[in-house]
């Protein structure tokens, strides 16, 4: 009862906080008086909040880890704002690509003064900055525009997860893009050559890694 409680209120803060730092991100960015109308309507701040409580409370459940725990809440918190940013304004800020970097450093600092293996806790993380980067730079070798701030998420999802977790998080994020394709298809909305925002699709992907990370789940089953 105290988690789901934690959880709750936690998410519900948390919601709250980066929602109205998405509002002023907006207000900054946005190009058209919608985009910033949008950000503001309640039912937004509510969903919002909602949301947040409830991916927190499945972290919870998910692992009793008190560190994991905080992290991966801040990461779920700057997944969704890079989601909703980039959905309006087709822009990843850079600050919020900087904190995710920031929590990451400070939690491989605690991890290696709490005893935790070194080479798990700098090495992953390093080789999934690097595919993150290059596995983003290979469809610009073809001509395919990649936006740099695409390109940057990428890489700081695959140093703040770790190798194996970025690997299920874009198996994921392809997943959700291909229903996308399907659903533009099918609506005569679009078609392969119709832009979108990487961001909520690579947040989709980075989030729902984190709620069941297949890679610990299998070390936990078999260690």
């Keep these: 009862m105290p988690d789901i409680l934690i959880a709750s209120l936690a998410g519900l803060l948390a919601g709250f906080l980066f929602h109205t730092l998405a509002v002023i991100q907006v207000n900054k960015r946005a ?48 997944a969704l704002n890079i989601a909703a940013v980039d959905k309006l304004v087709c822009k990843i800020p850079n600050m919020l690509l900087l904190a995710l970097m920031l929590t990451k450093t400070i939690f491989i600092i605690l991890g290696i003064v709490r005893g935790e293996k070194v080479f798990d806790t700098i090495v992953y993380p390093l080789i999934g900055l690097g595919c ?66 990487m961001g909520p699709f690579l947040s989709f992907g980075c989030v729902l890694t984190m709620l069941y990370p297949l890679y610990e789940v299998f070390l936990a089953q078999h260690l």
Aim: charged letters at 15%; a positive charge.
């Design 31 to 78: 190009k058209e008086e919608r985009q910033k109308k949008i950000i503001r309507q309640p039912y937004i701040l509510i969903s919002w909040m909602l949301l947040s409580a409830l991916l927190f409370n499945l972290l919870f459940l998910r692992t009793e880890n008190i560190f994991q725990r905080i992290e991966y809440c801040i990461y779920i918190s700057i």
């Design 132 to 197: 993150g980067f290059v596995l983003f730079l290979i469809p610009s070798l073809f001509h395919v525009k990649i936006g740099a701030g695409d390109l940057k998420f990428s890489g700081v999802i695959g140093f703040c997860l770790g190798i194996f977790n970025f690997i299920q998080a874009m198996i994921i994020m392809s997943a959700a893009l291909l229903v996308y394709l399907v659903y533009l298809l099918l609506t005569k909305k679009g078609n392969l050559k119709t832009a979108a925002a």
